[in-house]
């Protein structure tokens, strides 16, 4: 069966129709005509791979990796960059009509490396072969190298797979400044590990345990400085993440008496922006990102920050008055505890910075009571895949 892509869905999939039923194909772009395979019928629309490209549009550019067609780590490769951004924000200006029902025209900011820009790969290991995932399956695509990562984590792929690694289930790579730290899940030989690693790794841990070098990793952004654990979340794209962190201190503005950061992580962002404001109090539910907050306050000689262990929703202050309120939660967004807190808490405005646009939408909708959208803005830190970055202020009516 033949289809034509009309256009792109919000997770970087083809769209065509059968009939009257929307098709919904990975690894194509509008303006593709193909032969599809592996036809599944859902209640309300089809899947479908492709099988045979019968022909590609002006849209199209050839996908610089050779694992592209069937690895599920990038969706829209075979864009150029500008379209790519395009993309992207037509996307959101979708999803706030559809589930805001807010007409927004977004500035975005784009990375400025296409390649090469992540700091972090989680490579998936089954019987002694590291690769990543396939396309909508759990199957091992096994790679060489990702042209998404630095270079110095490219360069110690092939000497994992110069290990034996068969009773390995997982391997997390990170690169701060020029070192790396490597997580290793599973049962391996640690002398033989250290001994083949120790030239390119400055850190390594064995089921979360440190077998060799460094405890943490620093980076550094602007004149902060961050150490890093393995289980502590950080932003893959350094760059962009100082545009962004930048872009919260500009919303914030100057002279603040008391800032709430929520979700805070490592605090990376109220350590980032300290000098808005002359408290800033921080809550995060990881004792992993809690220790290393902590740590960072005291290294970067900070005392205006104190942050919290615990879950967001239980532990907010609702009586308590605070001049801009930072949000920075996972995917799902802000529960209804925590939203439920936002409206009681008298704030003079919410920074909320946001890795999934349609629970970003849902949750300035259902604060829509007490607070109005004043600006957004999309920061791409993730080039060639559907992920987009989005930051907005919303002030108090």
Excluded: W
Aim: glycine share 4%; proline share 3%; hydrophobic share 35%.
């Amino acid at each position: 069966m033949n289809i034509e892509i009309i256009r792109l869905n919000h997770t970087g999939e083809g769209i065509g129709k059968i009939e009257n039923k929307i098709v919904f194909i990975p690894k194509t772009i509008p303006q593709d005509k193909v032969r599809i395979k592996n036809l599944q019928n859902k209640k309300n629309y089809y899947t479908a791979l492709p099988d045979v490209y019968l022909e590609r549009g002006t849209l199209y550019k050839e996908a610089i990796c050779p694992y592209y067609s069937v690895c599920g780590g990038c969706q829209i490769m075979e864009l150029s960059y500008q379209e790519q951004l395009k993309y992207k924000k037509s996307k959101v200006i979708d999803i706030f009509k559809k589930y805001a029902n807010l007409e927004i025209n977004p500035d975005i900011v784009a990375s400025s490396h296409e390649l090469n820009y992540r700091n972090k790969i989680t490579l998936q290991v089954e019987q002694g072969k590291i690769g990543l995932y396939q396309i909508q399956t759990k199957k091992l695509v096994p790679i060489q190298k990702c042209y998404l990562v630095k270079e110095k984590i490219n360069q110690v792929i092939p000497i994992l797979n110069t290990i034996d690694l068969k009773e390995v289930t997982q391997i997390i790579i990170k690169e701060f400044q020029e070192k790396i730290m490597i997580q290793i899940k599973g049962k391996i030989n640690v002398k033989d590990v250290i001994s083949i690693l120790k030239n390119y790794a400055s850190s390594i841990y064995l089921n979360n345990t440190l077998i060799y070098g460094e405890e943490k990793l620093k980076e550094v952004l602007e004149d902060k400085e961050y150490y890093i654990s393995p289980n502590s979340f950080f932003q893959v794209n350094k760059e962009q993440t100082i545009n962004l962190y930048n872009q919260v201190k500009k919303y914030l503005g100057k002279g603040n008496e008391n800032i709430l950061d929520l979700y805070c992580g490592m605090a990376s962002i109220g350590i980032f922006v300290n000098k808005t404001s002359k408290q800033i109090t921080g809550i995060e539910l990881n004792p992993s990102s809690v220790k290393d907050a902590r740590e960072n306050i005291k290294k970067n000689h900070l005392d205006n920050i104190k942050v919290s262990e615990g879950d967001v929703g239980s532990l907010l202050e609702v009586e308590n008055t605070y001049d801009a309120i930072i949000v920075d939660p996972p995917r799902s967004g802000l529960d209804k505890k925590t939203k439920s807190g936002l409206l009681k808490i008298k704030s003079k405005k919410i920074i909320y910075v946001s890795c999934n646009p349609i629970t970003l939408a849902r949750d300035i909708h259902d604060l829509k009571e007490f607070y109005r959208l004043e600006e957004i803005k999309l920061f791409d830190l993730f080039p060639s895949t559907y992920h987009i970055e989005t930051i907005c202020v919303m002030k108090r009516k």
